[in-house]
């Protein structure tokens, strides 16, 4: 049993001190999507670019197959 008077036992490492806070917050942890939006958000040029580069990809396969299969 613990003194209700002594001080909180203070984590021993740096990484029990950043998971502390995690597992005592009553609020619950965002979604993928929600993540996944705010990352789009942040590097704006970037996923402009994968974007494009998948469209093409997709439909350089789309065409590079209907003309293989005509």
Do not use: D, I
Request: overall charge positive.
């Amino acid at each position: 049993m613990s003194n209700p008077s002594s001080p909180p036992e203070t984590p021993q490492s740096l990484s029990e001190m950043t998971t502390l806070p995690a597992l005592t917050s009553t609020e619950p942890k965002p979604s993928y999507v929600k993540l996944a939006m705010r990352n789009m958000v942040r590097k704006r040029g970037k996923s402009l670019q994968h974007f494009f580069l998948t469209t093409f990809g997709l439909l350089a396969v789309l065409v590079g197959l209907a003309y293989l299969t005509r």
